[in-house]
Every structure is written in C-alpha cells, then in structure tokens.
C-alpha cells in the first residue's frame, strides 16, 4: 500500500511550533496564463501560485515552514538563542530572527557578502525584531564567527541552536514535506493533477523536502527546482541526499539519486544575487498581470524558469502546473536601484 504522510505523522517525529499561517493560499493566475499562450490561438496551461509568499511571519516565506520544525527543535532542546548565517539580504536570516522574536529566543544573525542595502529591505526587519547583526567580509569569517559564538554563548549559560545557512537540515526540509501535503490536498479538491511544481532552490531544503514529501504522499508529480546561482550536479546530489535524510526522519524512509532531482539551471545567471534581463521580464510580467510581486534574487529567476518551461511547449492547455511563491519580497526594496527604470 502506498505509505500516506499526514502532518500528524510528521508531529509525531518532529516537535513543530506553529509560525505560519496555513494553509497558505493557492491562486489562479488567469492573466499570466493568457500572456504565456503561444501565437497560434491556442490556450497555454493553466497556472496555480501557491502562496508561500504570505506565511505571515514579518513578510512571510518559505523559511517559515522550515522554522516551525527547526524553532520547535530549539525550544525542545532548552536552547536560549540561535544562530544562523546568509547574504546579507537573507530572507532566511530574516524570517529566522522574527521566530526567534516570536518564541522570546536570542537571535544572532551572522551575515556575509553579498553586502546589499544596508539599513533596508531584510537588514531593516531584522533590525527592528531585535536581532543581533554581525556583518563577516567572507564566507571563512562566517563559519569561524558562528562557532566561537556558540562557544561564548554556552559558556554563559546560553546555549544556542544553530542553523545553517537557509534552514536547509532534515528537520528543516520536514516543513515542505508537510507543504506537499497541504498541496496535495488543494489540488485534490479541485481535480487537479499538476505537470509540474516549480519554485527557486538554493541550499536544497525546499526541493529536498519537496522530494521526500512527494514520495510519502504517493504522488508522482515533476518536482522542479530552478538554480538561482550556477551549479549543477554537486547541487543535485546534495539534494538528493537531504531528501533521503529528511524522508527517513519523516517516517517510512526512501532513497534519493541524483537522477530523481529535477534542477532548471538555465536561469540562474552569472552568480547568486545578480539580477538578470529574463528576472527582471518575469518579475514585471507577474507584477501587471497578477500583481503578486517576486523578489529579484530567488522566485524572479524561478518564474523566469516556468515561463522558459511554457514558452518552450512544454505544457498543453489540458495542464496545470503550479509555481510555489517562496518569499523575498523585502529584498525588492533593497535591490531597488537595479530595479527601477523611474530613476
Ligand atoms: C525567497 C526564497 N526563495 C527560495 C529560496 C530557496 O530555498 P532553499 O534554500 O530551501 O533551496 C530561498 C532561500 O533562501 C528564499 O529566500
């Protein structure tokens, strides 16, 4: 019998602190759909935009999923603060410092290059929910930085939990293994079987949990993460092996092989945090049709993937595919200047 995941189930292996407001929407997007049809008169798929944009959690994202579980294993561990690193611009420093805010831990935010908008976007957010801010010059720094901290803080008697970079842990990845099941549960009831499920991947726990998700739920659908930085098999294989990890947390287990990692690397332009002519395309395209606004560093080459997919034919008017919203809508602000034409 195919093995059914529940969120329940997940619960049971897992200690989950609620942060998000879900079930997050799961929108037609009728207008972009229209623009996307191709020139012969025919209708392109349809588009659904599951809208993990708004988790709630001071401006929302994917990372508030993960952080339910990953908070939850803070709290369960009598941990008092935590520490997590990104970009400067992180959305997931963000959203980790307001959980953090939320629950009444410490948050140590120990941030690295790409430097972008200081005193905006994220970097405000993360001001204004109290966050410690500790701005490393590389990468080196960084990791050099978070373990004398964790040292310092459990020698105080503060011991933290540390987060590595985008949340991306089995426990974290458990979060989208939960969203396959309230996705699953959307598109059930409205008869809807997606051709394929697109959102931007980056330090592999949306995909991974997405992957290990899917398999427990017993659904075959084309899991598509789009590159948001240039990488390529390395990347698949580090997904694939969270996948297999954060399945066999979740419960019954499955392996993952490279070869079951769906990765769009075509959109990803020249580094991470670069914004591209066909994001910048994407992110107008759904602001006039929709008026659901993407981020330029993650969901605009995202988008950018899933409208290269359709222009290509590769989905017919009978299909449906479906994009999921993951945030990083402060970072519009902080990226502004290589936005905006009105300057
Ligand atoms: C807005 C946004 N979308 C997508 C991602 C990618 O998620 P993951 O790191 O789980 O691959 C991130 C990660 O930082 C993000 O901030």
Redesign the pocket.
């Given at each position: 019998m195919t093995p059914i995941l529940t969120v329940e189930q997940l619960e049971a292996r897992a200690p989950r602190v609620p942060l998000a407001h879900l079930p997050t929407p799961l929108d037609e997007a009728p207008r972009l759909a229209a623009a996307l049809a191709p020139d012969n008169g025919q209708r392109g798929p349809r588009i659904l935009i599951k809208r993990d944009?708004l988790t709630g959690l001071a401006f929302g994202?994917?990372?508030t999923r993960?952080l339910e579980y990953l908070i939850g294993a803070a709290l369960h561990e009598r941990c008092k603060a935590v520490i997590t690193t990104?970009a400067a611009q992180?959305?997931?420093a963000r959203q980790t410092a307001a959980a953090a805010a939320k629950v009444g831990l410490e948050a140590y935010l120990v941030l690295r290059p790409p430097i972008e908008g200081l005193g905006q976007g994220n970097l405000l957010i993360d001001e204004l929910v109290g966050a410690h801010v500790i701005l490393c010059a590389s990468r080196d720094e960084a990791s050099a930085r978070i373990q004398s901290l964790a040292e310092e803080l459990r020698d105080a008697g503060r011991p933290a939990y540390v987060i590595p970079?985008?949340?991306?842990t089995p426990v974290?990845?458990l979060g989208?293994a939960q969203c396959v099941v309230e996705l699953q549960e959307q598109l059930a009831e409205r008869g809807v079987e997606p051709a394929g499920v697109y959102?931007?991947?980056?330090?592999?726990?949306?995909?991974?949990?997405m992957l290990a998700g899917a398999r427990g739920c017993g659904v075959a659908w084309s899991i598509w993460?789009v590159a948001?930085e240039p990488n390529g098999d390395e990347f698949r294989r580090e997904i694939a092996e969270l996948a297999t990890q954060t399945a066999s947390l979740a419960g019954p287990g499955a392996r993952f092989e490279v070869a079951d990692v769906l990765l769009e690397t075509g959109f990803a332009g020249p580094a991470y945090g670069v914004y591209t002519p066909e994001a910048d395309a994407a992110l107008r395209l759904l602001a006039r049709t929709e008026a659901i606004l993407l981020?330029p560093?993650?969901?605009a080459k995202?988008m950018a993937g899933l409208i290269g997919h359709i222009r290509a034919g590769r989905y017919g008017p009978d299909d449906t595919v479906v994009f999921i919203h993951?945030?990083?809508t402060p970072?519009l602000f902080a990226y502004a200047d290589q936005i905006s034409r009105t300057r």
């Amino acid at each position: 019998m195919t093995p059914i995941l529940t969120v329940e189930q997940l619960e049971a292996r897992a200690p989950r602190v609620p942060l998000a407001h879900l079930p997050t929407p799961l929108d037609e997007a009728p207008r972009l759909a229209a623009a996307l049809a191709p020139d012969n008169g025919q209708r392109g798929p349809r588009i659904l935009i599951k809208r993990d944009d708004l988790t709630g959690l001071a401006f929302g994202g994917n990372k508030t999923r993960k952080l339910e579980y990953l908070i939850g294993a803070a709290l369960h561990e009598r941990c008092k603060a935590v520490i997590t690193t990104g970009a400067a611009q992180s959305n997931h420093a963000r959203q980790t410092a307001a959980a953090a805010a939320k629950v009444g831990l410490e948050a140590y935010l120990v941030l690295r290059p790409p430097i972008e908008g200081l005193g905006q976007g994220n970097l405000l957010i993360d001001e204004l929910v109290g966050a410690h801010v500790i701005l490393c010059a590389s990468r080196d720094e960084a990791s050099a930085r978070i373990q004398s901290l964790a040292e310092e803080l459990r020698d105080a008697g503060r011991p933290a939990y540390v987060i590595p970079v985008g949340g991306s842990t089995p426990v974290g990845a458990l979060g989208y293994a939960q969203c396959v099941v309230e996705l699953q549960e959307q598109l059930a009831e409205r008869g809807v079987e997606p051709a394929g499920v697109y959102f931007a991947s980056s330090s592999a726990g949306t995909q991974a949990g997405m992957l290990a998700g899917a398999r427990g739920c017993g659904v075959a659908w084309s899991i598509w993460g789009v590159a948001v930085e240039p990488n390529g098999d390395e990347f698949r294989r580090e997904i694939a092996e969270l996948a297999t990890q954060t399945a066999s947390l979740a419960g019954p287990g499955a392996r993952f092989e490279v070869a079951d990692v769906l990765l769009e690397t075509g959109f990803a332009g020249p580094a991470y945090g670069v914004y591209t002519p066909e994001a910048d395309a994407a992110l107008r395209l759904l602001a006039r049709t929709e008026a659901i606004l993407l981020d330029p560093v993650y969901t605009a080459k995202a988008m950018a993937g899933l409208i290269g997919h359709i222009r290509a034919g590769r989905y017919g008017p009978d299909d449906t595919v479906v994009f999921i919203h993951t945030g990083g809508t402060p970072a519009l602000f902080a990226y502004a200047d290589q936005i905006s034409r009105t300057r």
